[in-house]
């Protein structure tokens, strides 16, 4: 099946340093989306890309849309403690299939110290 | 404004049983999909159903698990017979229409077959 190659698998930075993480695929994506999930809860949109070369920031979350149409990163700047939790891109396939039909990366963990 | 209802979170089930999960889509919301998360991976897709019809069942396995979406109440997931691969988080995800716009996630129903 497709799949999203999602780096780093974990990540532990200390409050206050930047992160930032990326998918890539052999195949092209028409949107890509970024979710957070934390532990006993389902996905949280954070931020979705629809063109490619897009940039678009959600506070101090910001992400791309790879102009290849094949990958996408995101950054966190100025971590706080409670952007603990796993980062999941997610992309859907520009093959014309069902519209409904998200691809998941495997996640990033990401840990940050006080 | 209630969010994506899923019940129950927790499942405990004997190999063998049968498992029932459900989900009640957000209000004004007639697209629901369904996914599965093994522990450490990303989501999987299995199924996307409109009320009363399967749009693509392209994830599901093709024994043992089923879903429908009636016109009148949640969408069920069925699984028959079950063993223990099938211990899992299953994810439910409803939108008002094709396409990813207010495409949202419920909290999951954990399953854990003994």
């Known amino acids: 099946g497709q799949q999203l190659n999602q780096s780093p698998q974990s990540m532990f930075i200390q409050e206050g340093e930047d992160v930032s993480m990326n998918c890539t695929s052999s195949?092209?994506?028409?949107?890509w989306l970024w979710y957070k999930q934390e532990p006993g809860e389902g996905p949280v949109l954070l931020i979705a890309?629809?063109?490619?070369?897009e940039l678009t920031s959600n506070g101090r979350l910001t992400a791309q849309f790879g102009i290849t149409r094949k990958d996408s990163f995101l950054n966190i700047s100025a971590s706080i403690p409670s952007d603990v939790g796993i980062y999941f891109c997610?992309?859907?396939?520009?093959?014309?299939?069902?519209?409904?039909?998200?691809?998941f990366g495997k996640g990033t963990k990401l840990s940050v110290k006080p | 404004n209630a969010g994506v209802m899923q019940n129950p979170r927790h499942l405990v089930r004997r190999r063998g049983q049968e498992a029932r999960l459900r989900c009640s889509p957000m209000k004004g919301h007639s697209h629901v999909y369904w996914y599965r998360q093994l522990p450490e991976e990303g989501l999987k897709f299995m199924v996307y159903?409109?009320?009363?019809?399967?749009?693509?069942e392209s994830g599901m396995p093709k024994e043992r698990f089923s879903a429908e979406f009636p016109k009148e109440g949640p969408s069920i997931l069925r699984i028959q017979q079950v063993v223990r691969g099938d211990s899992a988080a299953y994810f439910c995800?409803?939108?008002?229409?094709?396409?990813?716009?207010?495409?949202?996630f419920g909290s999951g129903t954990r399953l854990t077959v003994v």
């Open positions: 159903l409109q009320k009363e019809n399967i749009i693509d």
């Open positions: 890309l629809y063109k490619a070369g």
């Open positions: 997610a992309g859907q396939l520009s093959d014309g299939g069902s519209q409904g039909n998200l691809i």
């Open positions: 995800a409803s939108s008002p229409g094709q396409g990813l716009s207010g495409y949202t």
């Open positions: 195949s092209i994506f028409n949107t």
